[in-house]
């Protein structure tokens, strides 16, 4: 039982002793401000019974005896000479037996009980009268002073630090009952946040020395720029900031990036065929040996597929799909055409959109995001590339990429 | 006074650069590894002045790889300044049982950094171990 | 693109994948043995030991050793296995068994394992050779540790001493045979162990039971003008008695799963006894971290019992404890704090936290180490962590006190830095009487 209810359930087993003892005591209808008098202070018993430090701090006694010991003994005086006192010195036993039942040694609680029982029978009147008068006065008071000062006594010598033995020994894993700190569930976040101070160190330590160089006047060299920028689209791609189809950053220490397209070319040819040869056919042609672009070969290879598999998917069976590379004016030009749905004039103003498809695409019923051929746009737009749509509807559609040809000797 | 030699292991790249572009710049001698085994090979071949350890790395990990490092004779007295990313306690006591001089938490600065290898290499020039 | 600048990293070569043959041996090699004393983690008798007739094996356990180690810490039982090993090794050259010498080996924790090749000796006498010889190992390794480290940690330690033989057996593999002969000294020596535990925590109980603790007070003085700030409480047991230092009390409770009950009967010998010089101050008691989050302590009956006998009192913890629980113990502060409480953090500078555990818990007192009192007027260094102590004492409202005050000079030091109270044996030694102002 907690603090608040026990006191809820004390003050009203007190109301009721009070009402038993007036009852006892035959009060009668002039009896009211008395009556009140009595339960006034019966509540404020109560009240500072509830503030054990107002003992102490009205310093009522040098000996540490405890509050309700010291008005045992005031009231002992005071019921001496009648009146409130007598009245309501009952209800200080039974207040102190209440506060003593609740905790306390057992043997405490027994005098308790005894106590209360006798204040309650010595209160009855017509019990003492047969003995002479002081007696029975003396009686009544102090035969329970003594035993609630025997009371206040055993309960000093008890537990004030009321720490229950255990039961049974601490269970196995408590030699220490306080958990280590667990190390931290590693959840997606936490893994992010330690991920990213990899490159935070060095976009520090770049940032350090790019500052210490212009202190002394000079220009931020450019492998540390480069650096720099690279370890922040890192942390960028960590932190989840969408570039769609964003090339990879630069790799750090990868000589300048070129593709070969005529092996390139053939060889996704030759893997279409492998997978799609049943369905469609497909072919490649090149005008040269080698053709050279300056451009990351990932990137192109990934625009690449997006148009073959484009190509592949909106061309019904038994159709065409035709690759061809040629160089013109120091150009090259890459053009995949298909016999396929084709598009309209509105639908190819629309196609480099993001999430759009045509009304042929959609009709066709195959699947798709409608992303491909705005993220084939912008990754050759990265590299350095330009790409273009032809079509006439129900007949086919055809790309045509551009790229400028690498010069030799270039780096 | 030839510059002292630091070794540094770091199985991401771009750390490497950084930390030798700020050493570099200070006149060290600065070799690196991206793998911890090779790292060892390579430190025990030819012990350097100054031991700078990531602690997460795949395969054997930067308090492996000291505690290695500490049981040889030829690398017994190489300070070891480790590289953490996490900054509780428990770290800085198993940096120190596993025999690790000092230790420096990402990100750091650049001065940071001159810092803590200053103070080591001086310490083991001291030492008299080169 | 243009050019990179010139890159002054030398990468090595990396390795080929795969397992590499030296780094493998190397990752073994650290797997078996142990880094602290250099020694094998194995009983290794070496290449063709199944050929030995008979192998005898001394076995020496230090006893006790998980209660100093989280007591004192990881380096004073390194220094405590180092002298061991050490010991063992001198007392190796001059031992009757030297010429008979196989090997030494550590167990990871406690245990220290010696081989020797008995082929030569009668099998019933080799318990007569390894027996004297066990003592003297004993002998040898007490000595240095007592000459090292002095009574602190002696007193609570002990080493047991296990010895046993093996015979070849053509029906035992020998490796198993070894192993057994091993276990068995292993169980020799804990026999030994185990009956001295036995008694020790007999002793325990026998003190619980009588409510033999007594305490002793030490008072907190104002640095200025010695005026008595409170007192610590500080339990001791009985006079003379092996049990007497709290150290002892609390290893050999630990060792008897007695500890929530040794505490218990601390407070309450602290709460029942109070004088009254104590009362008009602020009273200074220790508690562990273990009872302080103990639902049965915090219970608000027993919070509210505890302040009737003192409402001035102050709870002391050891920073060495509270660094690894900041969460616990926040909601634990929160609790005794609205009971009236206040709290203190005790050996605070000598932990690995720095000032963390005060920032994060933001004690009302602030109990400096003793380490760092000591000869605080020769360091410098020490100076300054006073310094950043008491500018955060400031700050956050934290009263310091200095611990451990032996010599005029130490005090004078803390006095000119400004440090208000000071406790040591300079200005008041724990007393269980306490007289007139020292």
């Given at each position: 039982m907690n603090g608040a209810s026990r006191g809820l359930l004390s003050s009203g087993l007190l109301l009721f002793a009070i009402f038993l003892v007036v009852a006892a005591g035959g009060a009668a209808a002039g009896d009211i401000p008395r009556l009140a008098a009595v339960a006034g202070g019966a509540v404020a018993l109560r009240a500072v019974f509830l503030a054990p430090g107002l003992g102490r701090a009205l310093g009522i006694f040098a000996v540490p005896i405890d509050l309700g010991a010291s008005l045992v003994l005031i009231l002992f005086a005071l019921s001496l000479t009648g009146g409130l006192g007598s009245d309501l010195y009952p209800l200080l036993l039974v207040e102190i037996v209440l506060a003593r039942l609740a905790e306390g040694p057992a043997a405490g609680r027994f005098l308790a009980v005894v106590a209360t029982a006798g204040a309650a029978a010595l209160a009855i009147p017509g019990v003492t009268d047969g003995a002479p008068q002081t007696v029975g006065t003396v009686l009544r008071v102090a035969w329970p002073a003594a035993l609630l000062l025997v009371l206040e006594v055993t309960?000093?010598?008890?537990?004030?630090?009321?720490?229950?033995?255990?039961?049974?020994?601490?269970?196995?894993?408590?030699?220490?009952?306080?958990?280590?700190?667990?190390?931290?569930?590693?959840?997606?976040?936490?893994?992010?946040?330690?991920?990213?101070?990899?490159?935070?160190?060095?976009?520090?330590?770049?940032?350090?020395?790019?500052t210490e160089g212009a202190r002394r006047g000079e220009l931020p060299r450019e492998e540390h720029l480069e650096s720099l920028s690279n370890e922040i689209a890192l942390m960028e791609a960590l932190v989840g900031v969408s570039r769609p189809a964003a090339p990879r950053p630069a790799p750090r220490v990868a000589p300048p990036p070129e593709t070969e397209l005529v092996n390139l070319l053939s060889s996704l040819a030759a893997s279409y065929h492998d997978a799609h040869g049943e369905k469609v056919r497909i072919e490649f042609v090149a005008d040269e040996e080698s053709i050279v672009i300056s451009a990351d070969p990932v990137a192109v290879q990934r625009a690449l597929r997006n148009v073959l598999d484009n190509a592949v998917k909106y061309t019904p069976p038994g159709g065409q799909v035709r690759i061809r590379a040629s160089v013109v004016a120091q150009h090259v030009f890459v053009v995949i055409s298909d016999t396929g749905i084709g598009m309209t004039r509105e639908e190819q103003k629309r196609a480099f959109e993001y999430a759009?498809?045509?009304?042929?695409?959609?009709?066709?019923?195959?699947?798709?995001?409608?992303?491909?051929?705005?993220?084939?746009?912008?990754?050759?737009?990265?590299?350095?590339?330009?790409?273009?749509l032809l079509s006439e509807p129900g007949h086919g559609l055809e790309v045509t990429i551009m790229f400028p040809l690498r010069r030799p000797g270039a780096s | 006074m030839s510059a002292a030699s630091i070794f540094i292991v770091d199985d991401d790249p771009a750390v490497l650069e950084a930390v030798t572009a700020v050493l570099a710049g200070d006149g060290y001698r600065v070799t690196g590894a991206v793998d911890s085994r090779s790292a060892l090979l390579a430190v025990l071949s030819d012990p350097p002045d100054l031991l700078v350890l990531d602690v997460n790395m795949p395969g054997l990990n930067g308090w492996e790889l000291c505690d290695i490092v500490r049981r040889q004779t030829a690398t017994r007295e190489v300070p070891v300044l480790f590289l953490t990313g996490r900054g509780e306690v428990r770290d800085q006591i198993t940096a120190l049982q596993v025999g690790g001089s000092d230790h420096l938490r990402k990100p750091f600065r650049a001065e940071e950094l001159r810092g803590k290898v200053r103070a080591l290499t001086t310490g083991a020039r001291r030492r008299g171990s080169r | 693109m243009k050019p990179r600048g010139e890159r002054p990293l030398r990468l090595v070569p990396t390795a080929a994948p795969g397992p590499v043959a030296d780094v493998e041996r190397l990752r073994l090699e650290r797997l078996s043995t142990d880094a602290?004393?250099?020694?094998?983690?194995?009983?290794?008798?070496?290449?063709?030991?199944?050929?030995?007739?008979?192998?005898?094996?001394?076995?020496?356990?230090?006893?006790?050793?998980?209660?100093?180690?989280?007591?004192?810490?990881?380096?004073?039982?390194?220094?405590?296995?180092?002298?061991?090993?050490?010991?063992?090794?001198?007392?190796?050259?001059?031992?009757?068994?030297?010429?008979?010498?196989?090997?030494?080996?550590?167990?990871?924790?406690?245990?220290?394992?010696?081989?020797?090749?008995?082929?030569?000796?009668?099998?019933?006498?080799?318990?007569?050779?390894?027996?004297?010889?066990?003592?003297?190992?004993?002998?040898?390794?007490?000595?240095?540790?007592?000459?090292?480290?002095?009574?602190?940690?002696?007193?609570?330690?002990?080493?047991?001493?296990?010895?046993?033989?093996?015979?070849?057996?053509?029906?035992?593999?020998?490796?198993?045979?070894?192993?057994?002969?091993?276990?068995?000294?292993?169980?020799?020596?804990?026999?030994?162990?185990?009956?001295?535990?036995?008694?020790?925590?007999?002793?325990l109980k026998t003190l619980l039971s009588r409510r033999a603790l007594r305490t002793v007070w030490q008072p907190v003085l104002a640095l200025s003008d010695r005026r008595v700030l409170g007192y610590e409480a500080l339990i001791r047991g009985p006079v003379g008695s092996d049990l007497e230092k709290p150290d002892a009390l609390f290893t050999v409770a630990r060792e008897g799963d007695m500890l929530l009950e040794l505490e218990n009967l601390c407070l309450e010998t602290i709460f029942s006894s109070l004088p009254r010089a104590v009362r008009s101050g602020i009273l200074f008691v220790n508690a562990s971290a273990r009872l302080l989050t103990h639902p049965v302590f915090l219970d608000e009956r027993n919070l509210i019992e505890i302040q009737r006998a003192h409402p001035a009192t102050v709870i002391e913890v050891s920073e060495k404890e509270i660094v690894w629980n900041y969460a616990a113990f926040r909601e634990v502060l929160e609790r005794l704090r609205g009971a009236g409480f206040r709290f203190a953090i005790d050996d605070a500078g000598s932990g690995y936290s720095g000032l963390e555990t005060i920032l994060q818990l933001r004690p009302e007192f602030i109990k400096v180490a003793d380490s760092i009192v000591r000869n605080v007027h020769q360091d410098a260094i020490k100076r300054e962590v006073l310094a950043s102590l008491l500018s955060l004492g400031r700050q956050i409202g934290a009263t310091l006190v200095a611990e451990g005050i032996e010599s005029e000079d130490e005090l004078r030091s803390l006095a000119a830095l400004g440090l208000p109270y000071g406790q040591g044996f300079l200005l008041g030694k724990p007393a269980a009487r306490i007289s007139g102002a020292p």
């Open positions: 309960d000093r010598r008890g537990a004030p630090v009321v720490v229950e033995k255990p039961s049974r020994p601490a269970p196995a894993p408590a030699p220490e009952a306080v958990p280590r700190e667990a190390a931290p569930a590693r959840d997606a976040r936490q893994e992010l946040l330690h991920d990213l101070k990899s490159p935070l160190s060095v976009v520090r330590v770049y940032a350090d020395l790019m759009w498809r045509g009304e042929a695409a959609r009709a066709s019923g195959t699947e798709g995001r409608g992303l491909g051929l705005a993220l084939v746009r912008e990754l050759l737009e990265k590299q350095g590339g330009k790409v273009s | - | 602290v004393t250099g020694l094998p983690l194995q009983a290794d008798p070496g290449v063709g030991f199944e050929r030995i007739a008979g192998i005898g094996i001394v076995y020496l356990q230090l006893g006790r050793f998980a209660g100093v180690e989280s007591l004192y810490g990881w380096e004073l039982y390194d220094r405590v296995l180092k002298l061991t090993a050490a010991s063992l090794r001198e007392d190796l050259e001059i031992s009757a068994l030297r010429s008979e010498y196989l090997s030494l080996s550590f167990n990871g924790c406690d245990g220290f394992c010696l081989l020797f090749d008995l082929s030569g000796r009668p099998a019933s006498r080799h318990a007569a050779l390894l027996e004297p010889e066990g003592r003297r190992f004993r002998q040898g390794v007490l000595r240095r540790l007592r000459q090292a480290l002095g009574r602190i940690a002696v007193d609570l330690m002990n080493v047991y001493v296990g010895v046993a033989s093996v015979a070849d057996d053509p029906r035992v593999r020998p490796s198993r045979n070894l192993a057994r002969g091993v276990l068995e000294a292993v169980r020799a020596a804990e026999a030994h162990q185990s009956d001295a535990r036995k008694g020790r925590v007999e002793s």
